[in-house]
């Protein structure tokens, strides 16, 4: 990301000549400077998408006069839409259970500001971490879930996400299954990584479904949450190998690695609005 | 491999104390030089297996004697054994259709005597290729498959491949389902490469199935073939990346170096002796 | 690419505001089709890059109506471009010399199509693959170099490359230094391999050193062939795994993978105009 | 690691038939298990390279009697070796400077076990990460380095080492030189991470020199340190892609991901007795 403020126009809409010219043109016509912009037409779906960064003080207006401005030609372009303001810090929502490799890999980020996010609170079904969380500054809140309370429990998420303004939530290793109504109250908002490369080894305990079939390399995955578990898009994906001298600890271990490193990244992606998500895929203007 | 001639043992037997020692042992007796030795204990189900390049130079006797004298300690072991003799090429039988690349790169590595191999010949179900093959020397089977032939057709791959006295045959990019009665008469000698990072996207196009559920590496998988289609041991895979920008035909594209490059390690592993299969799992020495 | 017929517009300039409005907007203008497209500012240079095509169908005129029309906004941008057209096959030289590798990998691109391009001949300073060569329809041109003749030979290298008209020579795994004249007569239009991960193990037995180094990795590397030696631009590289079980030989032999699949790569991008050369780097719009 | 105790032999010794044999027939001798084993031969240098773990509980006898019994051997073929014992955990002290990712990686690896080693103390040229280490239970020394006071701060360093009795110093981006004196007080025994793909873009400001030279991969390699700057035997090495659109930001923000793995991954096989060091290379039996 840039040290200077800027505007993050993310769109996407039915693909027809002229929309990169109308949508630049507009930001041209005040002098409105482009850092960085993407396009990328889906041509089976026929459908445009783009991310164009606009440098704020180039702009001789604020950005709510710049979604006023913006918004009749969206709405000729019949396009979904939104503006950031990359002086507004996103707000991220950890929830862990007992694995810490995820956990102290996004707070070491957030420490050092390569994460440059407010981290409002941390969520766990343990309370196995609170006491790392809190030396962080960061409130920590013990949910137990259990086969009885899951209602109840994820009510509780949902009250305390909603309480803290949380824009994301991030399943760091969160070890339960989200239920449907929580899926749907925050669509393409939860991201979770999970520890495959899918849609091979859907579900518990991939490593051993792995092990057991003798792949020659293993991965993780991180995806937008929906309520079909491990099915929904997919933001970003990597693997590493493995041999036939590995143990499932082994790949357990390595895996954490990856697991890390895929989720940091999707993360990022998606605070930085390069990920646009379409049916059940993903744009990601990396 | 080494210019020098050798022998190479490859065994698996119950984990017990002492085994390397035994086989060790009686390499030593008669002063065996080993060259390169590789040993692998799958601790779950207690099964020893091991591989070992013995100079041929430095043994006094022959082949078959060493074989013979070798049998008593492979018995008393309860080994699974071979020994097989580098100066002997193996015949390696190609099978294909309409899709060029990994016969010309199986051709190109056998010219430059990358793989040090005999082709007694090519069979294919469609002719295309004959004035390729044949301008190298080799003879061209043509064997058509249509869905009223098929048993026959077989029976005629399976003539043609004894005829030559074949001892692997590769399916290099043969889009054709390999019968049962086929896979049966060559156990772990019938290597494919499959389009795809197994398990996922099993059966046919799948480049099409990955293109559709969004994933953001493509691989494939050298393996042997089985009766269950895309389920047989996997030798070696491998994957590249791939993103929202690459079509289907990318895909395809980008897919083949993968395959090329992955039926050529899983193959060349094979014919080196360095694959022992395990029930559906193989431990592979590198 | 596209099965439809199109024009490439590759430009560079200093970086302001507007250049895109402008651009698309004059495309716009007479209804331009825009298939793909991508923009790229170089931060510290204040450069901007962009690369567009658009269906030749959806121009109510033609191309060089196209240029003439593009050439006053070009001009007030201060551009460096070019426009090519999708229908307009490259003529693509082959340099080769004694490994086959490359060579046979670059022609069963061209024989499925999958690169579409012309080859009009290939160079050699050896006779080995004139046959091979022949076969396939394509003129083959002996041309030894020996330290005595050098001048003469690459004299003769560049008017065999003039007559047969080619746009790009690509040294596919050709063992000799190209002198500094060639290189200037094709700036950008010479590709090379080079068998190492630049800028580690520059000039000859790059294996070999590698070797002596003890690296975990070995690479190779698609560039622009400049006067310095392992020098120009980097258009692409890859990598493999080894370790200390794999000696020379092998490495060379892992190598040869990693080089036909980055040459292939880099040849394409190079091929579509996806790569605009911005000093000693390069912009690659994959 | 296994869960069972065991005694890790690692040695090598000049190349000649029989070695493997003489050292498993001790071993089996007195019916001791083999749990894995590794042999390598350097066929240049004519030398032998062995690694065996031995089931503790298998032999009649302790580790010094192990190590008495063996020495002979060892004598007759002339061999570098030891023998550690899997129950006595390496004590290992961290290096650090202001970079937190490796610092915060390794304590979360020690945290949950994954690291099963002690870490007697960190040591740092600066006081930012007293808390955080000091908060894991772990005392943290303060050793400010100037360039008045180098050879008296590494005299400091070295005394603490001594003192905790150290076995392994790890650099984890500790961003100083170590002085000759303390490279060869400990030889193989102190580890760095280097932010290149070694043996580019040796000494400082690597991703800087990395985005100069335009290279598409970037990557991290973990060393034994020797008086020579980022010329020590390589552990492990490994890389990541990045592109024109990736600034000397974000190269050291991918870089680090590599930098963790690759440091955990060679800490792991030295602290595991994996790496043996021949000249300056090594052989890791993975």
Known sequence: MHSQRFYTLTASCPDRAGIVAKVTGFIAE???WI?????HTEHEALRYFLRIEIRADSLPYQLDDLRARFAPI???LNMDWKINDSAVKKRVVLMVSKQEHCLYDLLARWQSKELDIEIPCVISNHDTFRGFVEWHGI???HVPVTPDNKAAAYAEVQRIFDEVRGDTMVLARYMQ???PELCAAYPGRIINIHH??????VGAKPYHQAYQRGVKLIGATCHYVTAELDQGPIIDQDVIRVDHSDSVEDMVRYGKDIEKAVLARGLRYHLEDRVLVHGNKTVVFR
Chains 1, 2, 3, 4 share one sequence.
Do not use: V
């Not at 850092?35 to 396009?39: A, L, R, T």
């Not at 495959?196 to 080894?201: G, K, N, T, V």
């Open 30 to 32: 005040h002098g409105g």
């Open 35 to 39: 850092f960085e912009s993407n396009m």
């Open 74 to 76: 969206a709405q000729e």
């Open 139 to 141: 409130p920590f809140h």
């Open 177 to 179: 299954i989200i239920p």
């Open 196 to 201: 495959s490369f899918l849609p091979s080894f």
